[in-house]
């Protein structure tokens, strides 16, 4: 059974839906639209401790923004959490080709590791 719509749960459940498609790796399938799967599924987990906190999130992809906005309503922010605006850029930049330099091997397991780290905590704050 799914989640209720816009709790933290159902939030989570996208989360974690994002993270599994970041690590669909294959023939055909660039790094920068596994990254993109891990922005998005960083920027779910952020807005699911938003729901869970009882705080409107902003309308937003940038993970900076959303670290900032979740610490002033009074959410401490782990590093390793705090780390995940480097994946703002694979947002909207990395969706369009010729907007990027090419993602390495290494920005992209970086995103995953970053990605997992925060639903991982967003998890924890439910």
């Not at 670290?67 to 009074?74: C, K, N, P, R, V």
Request: glycine share 4%.
């Amino acid at each position: 059974m799914r989640p209720e719509p816009h709790t933290p749960a159902a939030w989570l459940e996208r989360a974690a839906s994002s993270l599994a498609l970041a690590h669909m790796r294959g023939p055909g399938i660039g790094l920068e639209d596994l990254c993109y799967q891990a922005q998005q599924a960083a920027e779910k987990a952020l807005k699911a401790v938003f729901l869970a906190k009882g705080t409107r999130f902003p309308l937003t992809h940038d993970l900076e923004l959303l670290l900032e906005e979740l610490e002033d309503a009074g959410v401490e922010i782990p590093e390793s959490v705090d780390r995940v605006s480097k994946l703002s850029r694979y947002a909207v930049e990395t969706r369009y080709p010729g907007l990027f330099d090419p993602v390495a091997e290494t920005d992209y397991l970086e995103s995953i590791t970053l990605a997992r780290a925060t639903v991982d905590w967003a998890q924890q704050q439910l």
